[in-house]
């Protein structure tokens, strides 16, 4: 059973089939109590899904993505007024790149963090409709009647007009499940799914989408236990130079040059460590790619997560050092022993606005549940903060959404100065498994 499978599974458990957790079950822990607002998704999404696409506006406005799974359904864009609690439509996926009602598969996600610039919010969009074939997701056949999915785009939202800009298209029918942005040299940068190719764009010049190719063998279109290769999840940029980073599953870091516009690795330093386990690079997995990683401004250096193992890691690329920190995964999943369910790892990592606390979304067993591997183990959700200047883990506990289940699959998180954390998750609603926005606070 391929991994998208199995993640569905366990969210599938708990969002339908699960019994509540009280208090009393997990008297012993700690419970954070989260709200959850209903953006009503359309019903022609199938419930939907999350992968990033999340951001808190300089103003406090959430903003946010659901996606969709279906051919014939795109993603959609919401905000949420932290103030009166009001969820707004923005637009349909489709429409922000004007692809309209054209019969091709549709602009399901979009899987990349947005990026705030000079009142606009930058991202990107992806496809969500798959097939699984040798057990990993695999680019689906277009069904009769339907083009096949055109690419992802390069976008703009302007905050003030609400206006949508196009700013190009990837390559080759490939989505960009990557993206960020350096802000003071105004170049956006994404890798593409699933040959992992690595583009650029310049919001100066304008002068289209520039493709570098790829240094991911055969991507996630490649055969397993050859030149199969997971795409990096986080391109991470260091505001002094512009130089891009990022990893490959072999254990390899890449640099983009922004004066040459060229690709290097990274020497001295490998993500292949034995605290991570095993790892096959050929096989599904994010192997030692770094599933989430964010740049420190203050230390100059980057906070990485390897996804199977949990282990926080310090990497100062000017110095070529590497420095393991904590395993940030949940006291339940250390007490048991158990590496946690969805071996890809988990996307929600962010550094607070204060400048040393990082926020960590991860899984867990759940209460009164004996840990176990495989599609019928269920697992929550724990938030993890990981405090650099006194280097304090704590695992602040179980999310708990209103009506007593667990929070499930979040792999999007933002963080409001006030310290509200904002994640889109399963949630369970007349018997439909749909995502929808929460907050807690810690």
Request: glycine letters at 12%; hydrophobic letters at 35%.
């Amino acid at each position: 059973m391929n991994i998208a499978t199995i993640f569905r599974s366990v969210v599938l458990a708990v969002t339908l089939g699960a019994p509540l957790i009280t208090l009393a079950q997990a008297a012993d822990a700690p419970i954070l109590r989260a709200t959850v607002y209903n953006s009503h998704l359309p019903e022609a999404s199938k419930g939907g899904e999350a992968w990033n696409g999340i951001t808190v506006a300089h103003d406090g406005t959430v903003y946010y993505v659901l996606s969709s799974p279906e051919y014939n359904s795109a993603g959609q864009m919401y905000s949420f007024n932290p103030k009166t609690k009001a969820v707004t439509h923005i637009a349909d996926l489709n429409d922000v790149v004007g692809q309209g009602k054209t019969k091709a598969v549709a602009q399901g996600k979009s899987h990349v963090s947005f990026v705030e610039h000079k009142g606009k919010l930058y991202f990107s969009t992806h496809l969500g409709y798959y097939k699984h074939a040798e057990g990993v997701e695999r680019t689906a056949d277009a069904p009769d009647g339907y083009a096949p999915y055109p690419g992802g785009h390069f976008v703009s939202y302007d905050l003030a007009t609400g206006k949508f800009e196009n700013l190009g298209i990837a390559p080759r029918g490939e989505g960009i499940i990557t993206m960020n942005l350096d802000t003071q040299r105004e170049r956006l940068y994404g890798i593409t799914w699933p040959t992992g190719h690595f583009l650029t764009y310049d919001l100066k010049t304008r002068s289209g989408i520039k493709d570098l190719g790829t240094l991911f063998h055969g991507g996630e279109t490649g055969e397993l236990g050859k030149d199969y290769r997971s795409i990096c999840r986080r391109i991470v940029i260091d505001p002094r130079d512009g130089t891009a980073y990022f990893s490959t599953p072999d254990g390899a870091i890449h640099r983009y040059h922004y004066d040459t516009e060229t690709i290097d690795t990274l020497d001295g330093i490998t993500l292949k460590k034995d605290y991570f386990g095993t790892l096959d690079p050929t096989q599904h997995g994010m192997a030692y790619n770094w599933r989430a990683a964010v740049w420190d401004p203050a230390k100059n250096v980057i906070y990485g997560v390897n996804g199977r193992s949990g282990y926080l890691f310090q990497i100062n690329p000017n110095a070529g050092s590497f420095k393991l920190l904590e395993r940030l995964t949940s006291e339940p999943s250390k007490a048991s022993g158990m590496l946690d369910q969805f071996e890809y790892g988990y996307l929600g990592l962010v550094l607070a606005a204060d400048g040393h606390t990082l926020y960590y979304l991860t899984g867990a067993p759940l209460p009164g549940k004996t840990p176990a591997s495989g599609p019928g183990h269920r697992e929550g959700a724990h938030l993890i903060t990981y405090d650099l200047a006194a280097h304090k883990y704590q695992d602040h506990g179980l999310i708990l959404l209103e009506n007593g289940q667990p929070a499930s699959a979040p792999q999007s998180l933002a963080v409001a100065e006030d310290g509200t954390v904002y994640t889109l998750c399963y949630v369970a609603r007349a018997g439909r498994r749909v995502i929808e926005l929460i907050s807690f606070h810690p």
